[in-house]
Nanobody, 124 residues
Framework: QVRLVESGGGLVQPGGSLNLSCVASEIILDYHAIGWLRQAPGKEREGVSFISGSDGRTSYANSVKNRFTVSRNKGENTVYLQMNGLKPEDTAIYFC?????????????????WGLGTQVTVSS
């Protein structure tokens, strides 16, 4: 059974950094795209950062480009999201999601497997 477990969220001041982790079970990162998506109160879930399974290519939402970096450690079956220069508008629950295949899904409806999320709050 596929399982995704996020960690690393918390409370941080504007301009600060957090590094989120997503540990995946029962999937092989070479054959699954992994996405980081977030949902703020009263808003729809939106894509943030993505990494493909086959070649590790990445994609980012415009709002986080040059601030967030997605990476993976295939040996540990873990995907990371390094978030720098955090802003109050980054406050949300951050979810890790997985989708089998060689393509790179970038919207929530394109992912079949989800973690429970980790809360990120950016506030002074």
């Amino acid at each position: 059974q596929v399982r995704l477990v996020e960690s690393g969220g918390g409370l941080v001041q504007p301009g600060g950094s957090l590094n989120l982790s997503c540990v995946a079970s029962e999937i092989i990162l070479d054959y699954h795209a992994i996405g980081w998506l977030r949902q703020a109160p009263g808003k729809e879930r939106e894509g943030v950062s993505f990494i493909s399974g086959s070649d590790g290519r990445t994609s980012y939402a415009n709002s986080v480009k040059n601030r967030f970096t997605v990476s993976r450690n295939k040996g540990e079956n873990t995907v990371y999201l390094q978030m720098n220069g955090l802003k109050p508008e980054d406050t949300a629950i951050y979810f890790c999601a997985a989708q089998p295949g060689t393509w790179l899904p970038t919207s929530a409806r394109q992912y079949d497997y989800w973690g429970l999320g980790t809360q990120v709050t950016v506030s002074s």
